[in-house]
């Protein structure tokens, strides 16, 4: 137990679905993320937020959204998904102090988009 | 760009062996970190790497960081069945926090 929960562990969709990722961090941290987990793809950072607030956001299309109301917690909200789209999704969080942080990662949402 | 080579990218090892998987990344970088993930689990953090010439130990596991070549191994010594799972290199690239730049993973297969 890594102090990172997500909800649901797996997700079934449909393309015009809309559905939301959750992720709780018990750790006190103050930055977290969402990683994308494809097969024979690295993980790929998707968001950051520092304090709440969006610090970084590496392309991705529009039809994930994310929110972060509070430091403890993380949302993904999805809609009109594509099957390319069906990967692991990861959140982590950190104690952001300068540089020698470390993550801590969830279990993941296994993603399917049909 | 930063990016992340390891190789190799599947191994498949007898117990009692010894091994080393390589990471190496593409441009300046001030910390490197190791992971580990079992099937359907979580990223597990090993190790943090901060400086040139910096080695540390967990058990069978061995990390080291040559920043001058942007090179860091991680040394399984002895290697039993437990250590069978997936090990990630990553990189943060320079200037930002949680920014990892991650390898593709080394699978290891610890057959008896």
């Known amino acids: 137990e890594t102090g990172v929960t997500q909800t649901p562990r797996h997700l079934v969709m449909g393309m015009t679905n809309k559905k939301s990722l959750k992720c709780e961090q018990h750790l006190g941290h103050n930055a977290m993320y969402w990683y994308k987990q494809s097969a024979k793809k690295p993980l790929e950072l998707m968001f950051v937020y520092n304090f709440k607030e969006q610090t970084e956001n590496n392309s991705v299309p529009s039809r994930f959204s994310p929110e972060c109301p509070n430091s403890s917690h993380l949302f993904l909200h999805l809609h009109t998904l594509q099957p390319e789209d069906s990967a692991l999704y990861l959140c982590?969080?950190?104690?952001?102090?300068?540089?020698?942080?470390?993550?801590?990662f969830g279990s993941g949402t296994q993603l399917s988009v049909l | 760009e930063l990016k992340v080579e390891q190789n190799p990218l599947f191994l498949s090892m007898q117990e009692g062996k010894n091994y080393t998987i390589y990471c190496n990344y593409s441009t300046t970088s001030d910390r490197l970190y190791w992971y580990r993930q079992d099937p359907g689990k979580s990223l597990e953090s090993l190790f943090v790497l901060l400086s040139n010439g910096a080695v540390k130990q967990e058990g069978r596991l061995m990390a080291s960081l040559d920043t001058k070549a942007r090179l860091s191994t991680l040394h399984i010594t002895a290697a039993v069945h437990d250590l069978s799972a997936t090990y990630f290199c990553?990189?943060?690239?320079?200037?930002?926090?949680?920014?990892?730049?991650f390898g593709k993973g080394t699978k290891l297969s610890v057959k008896p």
């Open positions: 982590a969080s950190s104690q952001v102090t300068g540089g020698r942080e470390k993550l801590f």
């Open positions: 990553a990189v943060v690239k320079f200037g930002g926090q949680g920014n990892l730049i």
